[in-house]
């Protein structure tokens, strides 16, 4: 069936509602929002979007919502809008009807943005820069929007559900992931297929993760500045359309092998979180391109200056600022984030710089609209909300500071964590907290210890491997003259700037790297393991590697066949499943000190090397780098069933721990410097005692831990 017939049919009303293209099997709704325009046409395409066949506009106008119907208009068609209204940068106005707009809820996309100075609304030449007016139409350069369907069989597809408290996530990138397996097809490497392949979900479940967080799959732009300088944007964050998938993620070029991959990840009980940019679009600021939102209304949709409106609010760094106050941006965002759940049957959303989200007027408000809006929903009621608690606005940083209900990626964790086994002095008071879920910013309002999404690496600076191998950043390839990305990463290279064959040195990082791995998943709260950290992969000490569609951030798969790298895999997946046996790290409470009875082990124990309890001169003494942490979990009537007792030595030289009373029945469960082979556990000497390596953790297990 062809998807558009000529000539059009006469227009119908239509409705307001649902926003978008609405195929019903006979015609298509096309709604579109903009308050400040005064008409909007509609404008089609033939099948390869490079020419535009029919015009029409739009008929009707029904609270600030501009809406048509035409028969005969079905799946597969090519479409944008053109709107008409004021260009008075001034006052904030950028109508421009000579170029082509993407419809903001655009379900996929027909090409790719050619860059061209018809992108802009203004002269791009022009002295007056932005208040000049260009007239050249933008239709070539631009992708075209397309009417879709939604049909699909999930064949009785079953969310996994996986409870907060036995989540553990895997950070990663739907193109990096895959693009060198050399064990998925050749046809499916970087896209949802490669994804869903048989290697990708058995590495998966091996591994024990129970939640994939992708890097965004929402189709984004390649940044001019990017195209010119011969890069691409990798990661993604800088949103063209918030309802299509990621063109090029799509090997067979259907929505439905985003539906496919969701639904295989789902058989093997793997939720699929996605990361989402909802702060910022692609339209840069007041001198950026005309593509969507801008030229639809571009008071409506952004944030702008209160006293000169022509320019953009820049709290995100981005250029512009999504203006969340706004209830139909507000719409846009919660239509777009049911539309994944319902369509897509994804399990949660993780909000890059989240604190822009939670934006009134005056300032982050933990009350605001979208937050309001967003845990009241009852489609997104039951899918996991995570939120990186920070934008570049003024009082931006706010972890811990969420409402209930959403948890936050914890930067303190992370840093602490370094700090700690770089060696620092003064952090054994510090990553005692840590280690039970950050009680000091999220113990409040009832939250749970799972609000803290803990990582210790994540896509935005070093992997694990690099963290122990540099000492600085080293970003030329992105060519910026090394002047972007973090400069203080808290981390060592235990003296050898880059790779080595040392063997010392290689020890020495191996052991801190499975001591990180211990932190990291014995901790309290929600662990968040970087894509590739659990066999070595490096992005060869590139701590931003944004622009990195390359090797450089690719996975090396050949790095998990080599001895180090299936020695730390396997090493990883003992962590991992440690973590599921201790039903300390199961409860999302926050675990405290002090006994339920007298003649009962208190929930938590702190101890120094001398098995003492610490004290407050203890935790004082700033060049303590030694600590034991016994967790102990009890049963209905508060008797003790089972124990964890944790030991970590940040000193470089070896510690020997006597081990606190009462003397249980220790077995050492994981030792950092001794990775376990066959998974025999190894009694603790009688006289109670045990050696911690240098740069390295123990644990230690008693009762029903024991299997």
């Known amino acids: 069936m062809a998807a558009l017939h000529l000539p059009l049919a006469p227009v119908q009303a239509g409705w307001p509602h649902p926003l978008g293209a609405t195929y019903d099997g006979e015609g298509t709704n096309f709604a579109v929002f903009s308050a400040n325009a005064s008409g909007m046409e509609l404008c089609f395409f033939d099948d390869s979007g490079r020419h535009e066949i029919a015009r029409c506009w739009l008929p009707e106008c029904t609270n600030e919502v501009w809406h048509g119907y035409l028969p005969g208009i079905s799946r597969g068609a090519l479409y944008g809008f053109r709107a008409h209204g004021p260009y008075l940068p001034e006052n904030g106005h950028r109508f421009n009807p000579n170029k082509l707009l993407l ?9 790719q943005v050619r860059w061209t100075e018809s992108l802009y ?50 950070e990663a990138h739907v193109r990096g992931l895959t693009k060198t397996a050399l064990r998925v097809p050749a046809s499916d490497r970087g896209t949802f297929a490669g994804l869903a392949s048989p290697f990708m979900i058995d590495h998966f479940v091996k591994l024990g993760i129970t939640a994939l967080e992708l890097l965004p799959v929402q189709a984004f732009l390649q940044d001019h500045r990017l195209v010119n300088a011969g890069m691409r944007n990798y990661w993604g964050y800088n949103t063209l359309a918030y309802f299509a998938p990621e063109s090029r993620y799509l090997a067979s070029g259907s929505l439905n092998e985003v539906r496919h991959a969701v639904r295989q990840l789902h058989a093997a009980g793997i939720e699929v979180i996605l990361d989402v940019v909802y702060n910022h679009t692609c339209e840069e ?4 391109p005309t593509i969507s939102f801008r030229g639809l209304d571009n008071a409506s949709y952004y944030r702008l200056q209160q006293d ?26 919660m239509d777009s984030l049911r539309y994944w759940v319902q369509e897509f049957h994804v399990d949660g959303f993780r909000f890059d710089l989240g604190a822009t989200l939670g934006r009134e007027l005056h300032g982050f408000d933990p009350g605001a609209g979208f937050f309001d809006a967003l845990l009241q929903d009852p ?38 964590v370094r700090s700690f086994w770089r060696g620092d002095a003064g952090k054994r008071g510090v990553i005692a907290g840590r280690l039970l879920g950050s ?18 690496t994540a896509h935005d600076g070093f992997t694990l491997q690099d963290l122990v191998s540099y000492n600085h950043k080293h970003n030329e390839a992105n060519r910026e003259d090394n002047r972007d990305g973090n400069n203080d990463n808290h981390s060592n290279n ?16 191996e052991r801190v790297k499975r001591a990180m791995l211990m932190t990291l998943l014995l901790s309290n709260g929600t662990p968040m393991l970087l894509g590739g950290d659990e066999f070595g992969r490096t992005q060869a000490g590139n701590n931003n590697p944004y622009c990195q569609d390359t090797e450089i951030s690719w996975f090396d798969w050949r ?39 007298p003649h009962h082990l208190p929930d938590i124990s702190w101890f120094d090397e001398t098995g003492a309890e610490m004290t407050p001169e203890r935790w004082n003494f700033a060049d303590g780098r030694l600590l034991a942490l016994r967790r102990v979990s009890h049963d209905l009537h508060e008797r003790p069933v089972s124990a964890a007792l944790f030991l970590l030595n940040a000193f470089s030289e070896d510690r020997e721990f006597l081990l606190p009373q009462p003397q249980l029945d220790w077995q050492v469960l994981i030792d950092a410097a001794k990775p376990l082979q066959g998974g025999e556990h190894a009694r603790v000497p009688e006289h109670n005692s045990i050696n911690v390596a240098a740069h390295s953790a123990v644990l230690l297990v008693a009762g029903n831990a024991i299997v």
């Open 103 to 111: 419809d903001p809820y655009a379900r996929q996309l027909k090409g």
């Open 121 to 170: 609304g203004y002269r791009f030449q022009s002295p007056r820069t932005d208040l000049s007016f260009d007239h050249r139409n933008s239709a070539p350069a631009m992708p075209k929007a397309v009417v879709t369907d939604t049909s699909f069989n999930w064949h009785g597809d079953a969310r996994p559900n996986v409870p907060w408290d036995r989540t553990v996530i895997y």
């Open 285 to 288: 600021s007041e001198l950026g």
């Open 308 to 333: 000169n409106p022509r320019h953009n609010v820049n709290d995100t760094g981005c250029g512009n600022t999504l203006n969340m106050s706004h209830p139909r941006v507000i719409q846009m965002v």
């Open 379 to 416: 489609v997104l009621a039951s899918v996991k909300l995570i939120s990186e608690p920070w934008d570049l606005g003024p009082d931006g940083y706010q972890v811990g500071k969420h409402p209930p209900g959403i948890a936050e990626w914890n930067d303190r964790f992370r840093d602490d």
């Open 439 to 456: 009680a000091d910013l999220f113990n409040h309002h009832r939250r749970r210890s799972w609000a803290s999404v803990n990582f210790v």
């Open 494 to 509: 235990w003296g050898v700037e880059g790779p080595t064959d040392d063997a010392a040195t290689v020890a020495v990082r």
């Open 559 to 597: 790095l998990a066949d080599t001895p180090a790298g299936r020695a730390l895999l396997k090493f990883t997946r003992q962590c991992i499943a440690a973590r599921f046996l201790l039903p300390t790290l199961q409860s999302g409470r926050f675990l405290k000190t002090g006994s339920h009875a």
